[in-house]
Nanobody, 128 residues
Framework: QVQLVESGGGLVQAGGSLRLSCAVSGGTFSTYAIGWFRQAPGKEREFVAAISWNGGSTFSADSVKGRFTISRANAENTVYLQMNSLKPEDTAVYYC?????????????????????WGQGTQVTVSS
């Protein structure tokens, strides 16, 4: 059974930073593409960033480009989302998702319904 567990969320002031972690267990981590998505109250879940199985391809939403960086450490079975210059509009529950695949196209990795496994989410709150 593949499990994804997010951590690292919290309350931060605008302009601050957080690093989210997505720890994956129960599968061969190095064969999984991982995506980050977020959902704010009253809004639909939206794509934030994604990374291919080998880290060779990364994608991020326009709203976070230049501020958020996704990376993976296969030896730790973990994907990170470094979030800098946070804004109040970044406030949301952040979810990581995984799919065992060698595909690396944004047509797949940026789409929530394409992923098979999801974590429970971690709350990020940015105060103004």
């Amino acid at each position: 059974q593949v499990q994804l567990v997010e951590s690292g969320g919290g309350l931060v002031q605008a302009g601050g930073s957080l690093r989210l972690s997505c720890a994956v267990s129960g599968g061969t981590f190095s064969t999984y593409a991982i995506g980050w998505f977020r959902q704010a109250p009253g809004k639909e879940r939206e794509f934030v960033a994604a990374i291919s199985w080998n880290g060779g391809s990364t994608f991020s939403a326009d709203s976070v480009k230049g501020r958020f960086t996704i990376s993976r450490a296969n030896a730790e079975n973990t994907v990170y989302l470094q979030m800098n210059s946070l804004k109040p509009e970044d406030t949301a529950v952040y979810y990581c998702a995984g799919k065992q695949t060698y595909r690396s196209s944004s047509s797949y990795l940026t789409v929530a319904r394409w992923y098979d496994y999801w974590g429970q989410g971690t709350q990020v709150t940015v105060s103004s």
